[in-house]
Nanobody
Framework: QVQVVESGGGLVQPGGSLRLSCAAS????????MSWYRQAPGKERELVAA???????NYVDSVKGRFTISRENAKNTVYLQMTSLKPEDTAVYYC?????????????????WGQGTQVTVAS
């Protein structure tokens, strides 16, 4: 089985910083793209940032220049460094990982989601 667990959320003042972490564990053969999504109350979940296994990244326009996604492949871990936070960044942040697991000789790639971590930006 594979588990994906986020950590690092919390309450921060506008202009502050937070670092989110997401670690995948279990019967992992390889990890492909890893992403961060967020969902604010009353809004749809949106892709915030993504990173491939080779390190290529992309961001939603609203966080460019403020958020940085990175990963440690050996640890199956992805990070989201958030700076210059704004109240509109308030949301539950979810980690998504495309993971190939191995069961005997069978390799299957699935999307796995973490449970979410709350980020609140308020003074």
């Amino acid at each position: 089985q594979v588990q994906v667990v986020e950590s690092g959320g919390g309450l921060v003042q506008p202009g502050g910083s937070l670092r989110l972490s997401c670690a995948a564990s279990g019967r992992i053969f390889s990890t492909r793209a890893m992403s961060w999504y967020r969902q604010a109350p009353g809004k749809e979940r949106e892709l915030v940032a993504a990173i491939t296994s080779g390190g290529s990244t992309n961001y939603v326009d609203s966080v460019k220049g403020r958020f940085t996604i990175s990963r440690e492949n050996a640890k199956n871990t992805v990070y989201l460094q958030m700076t210059s936070l704004k109240p509109e960044d308030t949301a539950v942040y979810y980690c998504n990982a495309a993971i190939t697991d191995k069961n005997g000789n069978i390799l299957v790639t699935r999307d796995y989601w973490g449970q979410g971590t709350q980020v609140t930006v308020a003074s």
